[in-house]
T-cell receptor, first 113, second 113 residues
Framework: QQPVQSPQAVILREGEDAVINCSSS?????VHWYRQKHGEAPVFLMI?????EQKGHDKISASFNEKKQQSSLYLTASQLSYSGTYFC??????????????FGGGTRLMVKP | ETGVTQSPTHLIKTRGQQVTLRCSSQ?????VSWYQQALGQGPQFIFQ???????GRGNFPPRFSGLQFPNYSSELNVNALELDDSALYLC????????????FGQGTRLTVV
């Protein structure tokens, strides 16, 4: 099943914070986050592999709650370059073998000056 | 830039025709996955190749087929094209195993008329 992302879209002013959520109806072994700008390929942001794991990259971080079968992506002090569509991906296989991913529908983020 | 290259970048085909899309994986990566991305949606997993064999498949009909070559490059073939096959086709290369990041190419935009 496809993970569910929320919100579907968000508009921010530069410097504001945002949270993007990703929920799954099945047990999760990992969550992958990507950002895609219009007309470009999805770009890898981070993978979370363990329940409770949190990772960060610059001012973008993420958490993974295995028990709740969900992950959240946190964008702090957003920059114009953060604009794009964010996708979470979860393994298609139950045992996390390989990295064949089922992606959510995406969250469109627009950062305005 | 990820080092994953796809060709061609754009293609227009007529319904019923056949098409072949190509992907060169990033150096050192032995696994290639193919995704279909319709406008405004997340990528949908088609199949994955590892060591020249299909390693996993999504919910796509048999007219979607693929190949992987000894140098790990890959092809996606679609027979009997339908209008609904119009989409961006993305390939992603990675190392084998769960929990590894996948790097996407820029995609091939296929239009079926």
């Amino acid at each position: 099943q496809q993970p569910v992302q929320s919100p579907q879209a968000v508009i921010l002013r530069e410097g504001e914070d945002a949270v993007i959520n990703c929920s799954s109806s099945k047990a999760l072994y990992s969550v992958h986050w990507y950002r895609q700008k219009h007309g470009e390929a999805p770009v890898f942001l981070m993978i979370l592999l363990k329940g409770g794991e949190q990772k960060g990259h610059d001012k973008i971080s993420a958490s993974f709650n295995e028990k709740k079968q969900q992950s959240s992506l946190y964008l702090t002090a957003s920059q114009l370059s953060y604009s794009g569509t964010y996708f979470c991906g979860t393994p298609t296989t139950d045992n996390n073998a390989g990295n064949m991913l089922t992606f959510g529908g995406g969250t469109r983020l627009m950062v305005k000056p | 830039e990820t080092g994953v290259t796809q060709s061609p970048t754009h293609l227009i085909k007529t319904r019923g025709q056949q098409v072949t899309l190509r992907c060169s994986s990033q150096s050192g990566h032995n696994t290639v996955s193919w995704y279909q991305q319709a406008l405004g949606q997340g990528p949908q997993f088609i199949f994955q190749y590892y060591r020249e064999e299909e390693n996993g498949r999504g919910n796509f009909p048999p007219r979607f087929s693929g190949l992987q070559f000894p140098n790990y490059s890959s092809e996606l073939n679609v027979n009997a094209l339908e209008l609904d096959d119009s989409a961006l086709y993305l390939c992603a290369s990675s190392l084998a195993g769960g929990g590894t990041e996948a790097f996407f190419g820029q995609g091939t935009r296929l239009t079926v008329v």
